[in-house]
């Protein structure tokens, strides 16, 4: 299909799905090289960028993202900017206060979150790439969902300027296509340090030399809690990977129960003072009332506007940083995120990667979810964020599909700035893994 | 974690709730926070980076320049003689 035909089913395509949050008007590619689309939560100059609040309606950026203005510098064409959990708050993309986006494989089920319509897009339409951000898995986890490979790369790797932060230790932005070598390829146009973010690192060079992966250690902590339909995915695949000539060794890795708790007092401490900037001034959403006090003033348009995760995650990160608790478990989830990534610095000095199922269920439906309760949607996050936590790379690729045809994905981390391991074992991945593409009827 | 507790932590982070909702945040606040206290069980460790990798370049000369144009950064608030137009201070 040529990116004209792609352009002219897009509306359509998106009618469906509901990946995008706003997109382009133009049914034609012009003389542009290729398409892609960015999570709403990355500045564009020429789309409303809304990060899934309904707090930021009607905020148009006057600049782009650096991410997405070097993709355009490389002859990229934004065509959407995708839906997603609001700030990034979630696991299913389904706390949005705008349209939620429905999986690929089975529309009554979730894309994963909080990038779900990004996966989405990079599932459904054909040769498309889409920017993706991760907290916490928030790129690997819809990626696995939504059946595509996706990429967080080095905490610092990719500069985090025109980012609406959720947090800033923990941001990453990468990512997610239908082809693993598509990863390699956009994420060195995307990485580099960036004076315009203090957190973008002098780093080493982007190396994409093919580098064969020898070794993978699987966490005993990695493989408790999976679905019985994941479980023999992600055994199948191991096996796949051994017959490739992977050594595979099972390890202890007893840090990793402890940075659920250690990420949600991080990620939630860090989200509650971004979050105070959005007060009905400059930003979104300006139609309070200013003869109020602006106690009064602030506290009616946030009520109004931010939903219902946000306010929970602003209640909790504004009490984690509060005298007494937060003194005592802010200092010390900081000093877990030094033990996990000690942890893996150990494991991975015998291997190449540590590996696991990216999530430990298949995507679920709407009606499930909304039957769980906060702290569950949270526990669901286990395996992906001890490697957000660590700032470690990671990336999903597909590894299966259960009996009803929703995809299975496997997660590799590697050490800080070592990505090209997993550019490498993804590529020699994908050319024997049977890749079942979602019927796109349209 | 109490009604009142969720009431204060609201206030200072500006957002009212209703009755329901700070009854529901307790409940839920209460679970979450229970489950933080696996914190207490992790191993000691001396290091407590900001960031997982050190930012030794985080210090850039301050160079000063005019990337936007101002009234377009203004576009679409609600401004005054070119102030953004804010709530009353009391």
Same mark, same amino acid.
């Given at each position: ?442 | ?13 500006? *957002?009212?709730?209703? #009755?329901?909702?700070? !009854?529901?945040?307790? %409940? =839920?606040?209460? /679970? ?20 997982? *990798?050190?930012?030794? #370049?985080?210090?850039? !000369?301050?160079?000063? %320049? =005019?990337?936007? /144009? ?21």
């Amino acid at each position: 299909m040529s990116m004209d035909d792609v352009m002219s089913k897009l509306k359509a395509v998106n009618e469906k799905y509901r990946m995008f949050h706003a997109m382009t008007d133009d049914t034609s590619a012009g003389d542009a090289d290729f398409l892609f689309s960015a999570k709403d939560n990355l500045t564009s100059k020429d789309m409303e960028t809304c990060a899934g609040s309904r707090i930021l309606e009607g905020y148009h950026p006057v600049f782009d993202a650096t991410s997405i203005s070097k993709l355009r510098d490389a002859g990229g064409k934004l065509v959407g900017k995708t839906n997603m959990d609001e700030f990034g708050f979630g696991t299913f993309s389904t706390n949005s206060g705008f349209e939620i986006p429905r999986n690929p494989y089975a529309l009554d089920r979730a894309c994963g979150g909080s990038s779900g319509g990004s996966a989405c897009a990079a599932s459904v339409i054909e040769d498309h790439i889409s920017l993706g951000v991760s907290t916490g898995g928030s790129i690997c986890c819809p990626a696995s969902f939504c059946g595509v490979y996706g990429i967080a790369p080095t905490y610092g790797r990719v500069s985090r300027y025109g980012l609406i932060d959720y947090g800033n230790s923990l941001d990453k932005i990468g990512v997610l296509s239908q082809k693993a070598t598509d990863l390699k390829k956009y994420m060195e146009l995307i990485a580099g340090k960036d004076d315009r973010d203090p957190t973008s690192m002098v780093q080493p060079d982007f190396d994409t030399s093919y580098t064969k992966m020898r070794s993978v250690a699987i966490p005993k902590e990695g493989i408790e809690g999976l679905s019985k339909e994941v479980e023999a995915a992600f055994n199948n695949a191991v096996e796949q990977l051994k017959g490739m000539g992977v050594d595979v060794e099972y390890v202890d890795m007893p840090s990793l129960r402890f940075a659920m708790p250690a990420y949600y007092v991080l990620a939630t401490s860090e989200a509650s003072t971004n979050l105070a900037r959005y007060v009905g001034m400059r930003y979104g959403h300006q139609d309070g009332d200013r003869t109020q006090k602006f106690d009064d003033f602030f506290t009616e348009v946030r009520t109004k506007y931010f939903g219902d995760e946000a306010k929970r995650r602003i209640l909790l990160g504004t009490y984690a940083r509060m005298a007494g608790f937060g003194g005592r478990h802010y200092a010390k989830a900081r000093e877990v995120r030094q033990v996990v990534i000690n942890d893996y610095k150990k494991v991975l000095a015998d291997h190449d990667a540590v590996l696991a199922p990216t999530m430990p269920f298949t995507a679920p439906k709407f009606d499930d979810i909304s039957k769980m309760s906060a702290l569950d949607s949270y526990k669901a996050d286990y395996l992906t964020v001890p490697a957000n936590i660590a700032g470690t790379p990671h990336l999903s690729v597909p590894c299966g599909y259960d009996s009803e045809g929703m995809p299975v994905g496997m997660q590799f981390v590697a050490d800080h700035w070592n990505e090209k391991v997993l550019f490498s074992v993804a590529e020699d991945w994908e050319k024997q893994f049977d890749l079942k593409r979602p019927e796109v009827s349209i | 974690m109490d009604v009142k507790t969720v009431r204060d932590v609201a206030k200072f982070a500006h *957002i009212a709730l209703t #009755d329901e909702e700070a !009854e529901r945040y307790c %409940k =839920e606040l209460g /679970d979450i926070l229970g489950y933080f206290e696996l914190l207490n069980e992790a191993p000691e460790c001396n290091e407590r980076g900001v960031n997982p *990798i050190m930012v030794a #370049d985080i210090i850039r !000369e301050d160079v000063p %320049k =005019e990337e936007f /144009d101002a009234d377009e950064l203004l576009r679409g608030m609600d401004t005054y003689d070119r102030y953004v137009r804010g709530p009353r201070l009391s």
